[in-house]
């Protein structure tokens, strides 16, 4: 469960979607997240989907998760300037979440 | 309900020195963990303690060091510090263990240690 990936940067224009992409290591996790940094805060859940789902659905917001493949993606459609933040995809195991190194997403106005 | 408190929210120390840094959970929370945060390396776990005991511990030093108290409030140490030792210390809160429920982690806004 260490080793969760992300992209470093993804730069989108004002209105578009944005696809935030993760895998991840530990195929026993019972549930996957994608939490949220603004500039100067702590992390803050954004949403989750349970192990045994495929999709999840929130708003703006779809979480995609492709257990075969251990991947995991957030999309935002129509993007906004205030979506402008960190995104970090996390797994669980013994007690302890893993992060991964978090996706900076920029968004041109 | 107030969030997750840390303090100080910034400070600035010399290698060798040692600091300690305060983390004040959410009422009801007995769930406390510790992640560094660095540009290079992400978010790293720490430790994590419930109901005073740690139950986990990430792939640190033992220059780090942590507590947890009667009251959930919990506290880290890091003694000798390095250059490296420069980062956001994240401490976060949650009702139960991370794996028994929902996994919602909530997080203080962070202590930012630099060392010169």
């Known amino acids: 469960g260490e080793d969760v990936e992300q992209s470093l940067f993804l730069s989108v224009r004002e209105g578009d979607s944005s696809v935030i992409n993760c895998t991840y290591t530990?195929?026993?996790?019972?549930?996957l997240y994608w939490y949220k940094q603004e500039p100067g805060a702590g992390l803050q859940l954004l949403t989750y989907?349970?192990?045994?789902?495929d999709m999840k659905q929130d708003q703006r917001l779809t979480v995609l998760l492709n257990k075969k493949d251990k991947h995991l993606s957030l999309r935002i459609a129509d993007t906004q300037t205030g979506d402008s933040a960190i995104y970090f995809c996390?797994?669980?195991?013994?007690?302890?979440?893993?992060f991964g190194s978090g996706t900076k997403l920029n968004v041109k106005p | 309900k107030a969030g997750v408190t840390q303090t100080p929210r910034y400070l600035i120390k010399t290698r060798g020195q040692q600091v300690t840094l305060s983390c004040s959970p959410i009422?009801?929370?007995?769930?406390v963990s510790w992640y560094q945060q660095t540009p290079g390396q992400g978010l790293q776990f720490l430790f994590e303690?419930?109901?005073?005991?740690?139950?986990n511990k990430g792939n640190f030093p033992g220059r780090f060091s942590g507590r947890q108290f009667s009251n959930s409030r919990s506290e880290m140490n890091v003694s000798t510090l390095e250059l490296g030792d420069s980062a956001l210390y994240l401490c976060?809160?949650?009702?139960?263990?991370?794996?028994?429920?929902?996994?919602?982690?909530?997080f203080g806004e962070g202590s930012r240690l630099t060392v010169l």
């Open positions: 989907i349970f192990s045994n789902m």
């Open positions: 530990d195929s026993s996790s019972t549930y």
């Open positions: 009422s009801g929370h007995r769930s």
């Open positions: 996390a797994e669980t195991g013994f007690n302890k979440f893993y």
């Open positions: 976060a809160s949650s009702k139960l263990a991370p794996t028994t429920n929902t996994g919602e982690l909530f």
């Open positions: 303690y419930f109901s005073e005991t740690q139950r």
